[in-house]
């Protein structure tokens, strides 16, 4: 299928071509005819599917079909993340470069007056955060009486964030007639209830995190004792076949220590974590994807939704105790057809997670054996000296 057979409006066409997408992706495909239709939708995808655009163009179409005589809202993305507010609010301004459509995205953790002031000049298409945007609405800076278009991003996150009962309050402040996305990558009882209380007659979509992709990822696994790690880590770094790589590390304190450890090894890498300030956090992306640093070293929770199209290398430092966090991490590469390598250390300790891993993934792991800190390996001599 073209995007030209979604009867996409043709700023919207020209926008999308020059982001480079050539076909709908499958959620794509199936979302933008309903919910072009006005209809409600449950989408069961995760982030790298190209969600975003599958309710971002249409959102643009409905909302530029028509502009009325109101500063208030007209769309609402709530989503759980500031990364993915920022993503989110990217997307609306590549897509919607050719047609009038205001946006502004607003999260915690910086200053409010801007985000007051964005809000003051009217916004068409909020995308929030739930817990800056309630502070907003109870100060009276948030207009939503005359939304038209509500938006529940990575459902299940905002579950697991603890995020509910902001969810809940904010849709207090809806109007009853609306239209309703709701976005999942899963969909346990309480997504179902959740939906069930939000959505009216939707029109289920469900794609799966492509297996291809994950196909089409190199995987290898190095057998390292627990404090060889980070050793191995700026040792693999070192090969200049290595563009870029995120780094995971089960810990806001690891990260911080494997990021130090490698700016000692001469390696440019940066920590982003929940406990990094907002700035700190856009900074590091930035010099992250612009090249200015080889690594970015992240917990799983910021490094969901963080999309760097061309991502060659993901390296776990851990593995993880839920097998399904292993593919997640390892998607964080290979996206959008491209290839991708992960690198995976698996410790003494860390062999029984290896298992479930590998039965998920209905493979085994190559094993890397060549290497200078395998265990029982004689130790490298710059770095006996350096431990001394
Ligand atoms: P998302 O799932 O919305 O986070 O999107 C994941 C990535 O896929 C982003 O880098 C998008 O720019 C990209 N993308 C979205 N739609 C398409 C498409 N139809 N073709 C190629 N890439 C796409």
Do not use: W
Not at 233 to 254: I, Q, Y
């Amino acid at each position: 299928m073209d995007f030209s057979e979604l009867k996409l409006a043709r700023p919207l066409l020209k926008a999308v071509g020059e982001q480079g997408y050539e076909k709908p992706s499958p959620i794509q495909e199936k979302a933008i005819p309903p919910v072009l239709e006005g209809r409600d939708l449950l989408g069961c995808a995760q982030t790298g599917t190209g969600k975003t655009a599958a309710f971002a163009l249409p959102i643009l179409q409905r909302l530029a079909a028509g502009h009325p005589n109101h500063k208030g809202v007209r769309a609402l993305i709530l989503t759980p993340t500031r990364e993915l507010a920022l993503q989110i609010d990217e997307c609306f301004e590549n897509y919607g470069r050719y047609v009038n459509v205001s946006h502004a995205v607003i999260f915690g953790g910086v200053g409010q007056a801007p985000q007051v002031a964005a809000l003051g000049r009217g916004v068409e298409v909020l995308t929030a955060c739930p817990g800056r945007l309630n502070d907003l609405i109870g100060q009276g800076f948030v207009d939503l009486a005359h939304l038209e278009v509500f938006v529940l991003d990575e459902a299940d996150r905002m579950l697991d964030m603890g995020f509910v009962h902001d969810v809940k309050r904010v849709i207090k402040h809806l109007p009853a007639q609306r239209q309703n996305l709701l976005f999942s990558a899963t969909m346990p009882k309480e997504i179902e209830q959740l939906a069930g209380s939000i959505l009216k007659r939707p029109v289920s979509v469900k794609v799966d995190p492509p297996a291809s992709t994950v196909d089409k990822i190199r995987q290898s696994l190095y057998f390292v004792e627990k404090g060889d790690k980070k050793r191995l880590l700026a040792f693999l770094l070192a090969d200049p076949g290595v563009k870029n790589a995120l780094v995971f590390s089960r810990t806001k304190h690891g990260a911080n220590a494997i990021a130090a450890f490698l700016i000692k090894q001469g390696v440019g890498a940066a920590a982003i974590h929940g406990n990094k300030s907002q700035s700190a956090r856009v900074a590091a992306l930035e010099s992250f994807k612009a090249g200015r640093i080889k690594a970015l070293v992240a917990t799983d929770i910021a490094a969901r939704g963080i999309d760097i199209s061309e991502l060659t290398h993901v390296f776990q430092l851990d593995l993880p105790e839920v097998p399904e966090t292993y593919v997640h991490r390892i998607g964080r590469t290979g996206r959008a057809g491209a290839e991708g390598t992960a690198v995976s250390f698996c410790s003494a300790e860390e062999r029984e997670y290896l298992q479930g891993i590998e039965k998920l993934i209905k493979k085994k792991i190559p094993v890397v054996k060549d290497h200078p800190y395998a265990p029982g390996a004689p130790r490298p001599a710059q770095e006996e000296e350096q431990e001394r």
